[in-house]
């Protein structure tokens, strides 16, 4: 997935797209993905309506929902509205079916998950075998049923959503490739998982937290320069938000600090994971920061963290990390 195709404001354009495709009333909607077992609502038809016309805080909340649902890559909803109804036709019913086969499609996630997982092991050590490459066109969807011993309309589900993942790609008339990225093989299952597995806040917290201060060593021995601008910039903006007491602005750049770090360190399974996490946890998390007193708190520790990587210390970086993450826990509510 290309990144000039991403972009936030286009979340709430195709949650509208993605509602008149499947051919629900906003009300079915919230029936169908933002309601609890117990049939719940979790927002009125008002509420949709307006956030689908104007956005606002609950879009992230809607999108999560709904990806999970459905079993599809949250960040598609980020894509240009052309680019996401292109992806989404890939793994939604046919038109003519209604919401009962969004049940029946629930029913199956979980078969269609176990195949997703073996067929991205499959192809992953094929990789690193060097049987496979970028660009490189796989088995046929009737092969790889019989190679893994499921129905072939299981098999194409599970295919359609590694293509949604950024792993394959699906040419109609041509067959199923490699993507031009074989990384994503290695990258892309572990970001997902993470967003799959979202109430496992404590054990993600303390991933992010060992992903972070590895960030911040590798950081401090970065030499390009290309790349340090950007922490350069994340840096001075929050410094100016800090001094113009513009503290909603200040939050949104320390996010954009902390995964600019994680840019300099050069390792893109850290990143990757980094990106996953904070989106991760800007959703499910909310925010205990009441007063001016703990900002200066973070905006010194950044100050910190940012010296000991301006100087190429790695170590007294990774130490500057881990006591600002450590600090943030008690700062922040996680649950």
């Given at each position: 997935m290309e990144?000039k195709?991403l972009?936030?404001?286009?979340k709430?354009?195709?949650?509208?797209?993605l509602?008149r495709?499947?051919?629900?009333?906003q009300?079915e909607?919230?029936q169908?993905?933002?309601?609890d077992?117990?049939?719940q609502a979790?927002m009125s038809?008002?509420?949709l309506?307006?956030?689908?016309a104007?956005?606002?805080a609950?879009v992230?909340?809607?999108i999560f929902?709904?990806a999970?649902?459905?079993?599809i890559?949250?960040?598609?909803f980020s894509?240009a509205p052309e680019?996401f109804?292109?992806k989404i036709?890939?793994?939604?019913p046919e038109?003519?079916?209604?919401?009962?086969?969004l049940q029946?499609?629930?029913?199956l996630?979980?078969?269609?998950?176990?195949?997703?997982?073996?067929?991205t092991m499959?192809?992953a050590?094929?990789?690193?075998?060097?049987?496979?490459k970028?660009?490189?066109?796989?088995?046929s969807?009737?092969e790889?049923a019989?190679?893994?011993?499921?129905g072939?309309?299981?098999?194409?589900?599970?295919?359609?959503?590694?293509a949604?993942m950024?792993m394959?790609?699906?040419?109609p008339?041509?067959?199923?490739?490699?993507?031009?990225?074989e990384?994503?093989?290695?990258?892309i299952?572990?970001?997902?998982?993470?967003?799959?597995?979202?109430?496992q806040?404590?054990?993600?917290?303390?991933v992010?937290?060992?992903?972070e201060?590895k960030?911040a060593?590798?950081?401090?021995q970065c030499q390009?320069?290309e790349?340090?601008?950007k922490l350069?910039?994340a840096?001075?903006k929050i410094?100016?938000?800090?001094?113009?007491k513009n503290?909603?602005?200040f939050?949104e750049?320390?996010l954009?600090?902390h995964?600019?770090?994680?840019?300099?360190?050069?390792?893109?399974?850290?990143?990757?994971?980094?990106?996953t996490?904070s989106n991760?946890?800007?959703?499910v998390?909310?925010t205990?920061?009441?007063n001016?007193?703990?900002?200066?708190?973070?905006y010194?520790e950044?100050?910190?963290i940012?010296?000991?990587?301006?100087t190429h210390?790695?170590?007294?970086?990774?130490k500057?990390m881990k006591?600002?993450?450590e600090k943030?826990s008690k700062?922040?509510?996680?649950r």
């Open positions: 990144e195709r972009n936030p404001v286009n709430k354009e195709n949650i509208r797209l509602r495709r499947m051919r629900m009333t009300k909607f919230i169908n993905f933002l309601s077992n117990n049939g979790s038809v008002a509420t309506s307006n956030m689908e104007r956005g606002g609950r992230n909340e809607v929902n709904v999970q649902k459905l079993g890559d949250a960040m598609i894509m680019a109804l292109e036709e890939l793994v939604l038109k003519n079916q209604g919401t009962d086969s029946i499609n629930s029913g996630e979980g078969a269609i998950w176990q195949t997703v997982n073996r067929l499959y192809f050590e094929k990789i690193f075998n060097k049987e496979l970028k660009g490189d066109k796989i088995q969807d009737r790889l019989e190679l893994f011993g499921v072939r309309s299981s098999l194409r589900e599970a295919l359609k959503v590694l949604i950024g394959i790609d699906i040419r008339g041509q067959g199923t490739y490699i993507s031009s990225s990384t994503n093989f290695f990258i299952p572990l970001s997902w998982s993470l967003f799959l597995n979202g109430n806040i404590d054990s993600i917290i303390t992010r937290n060992l992903l201060i960030a060593e590798l950081a401090a390009k320069e790349i340090l601008a350069h910039d840096t001075y410094q100016n938000s800090y001094t113009e503290y909603k602005e939050l750049g320390d954009r600090f995964i600019s770090i994680a840019e300099c360190s050069e390792n893109q399974v850290i990143y990757s994971m980094i990106q996490i991760l946890m800007r959703h998390s909310g205990g920061m009441v001016e007193e703990q900002i200066r708190q973070i010194e950044h100050q910190k940012y010296g000991c990587i301006l210390n790695a170590d007294d970086a990774g500057a006591e600002h993450l943030s700062r922040y509510n996680y």
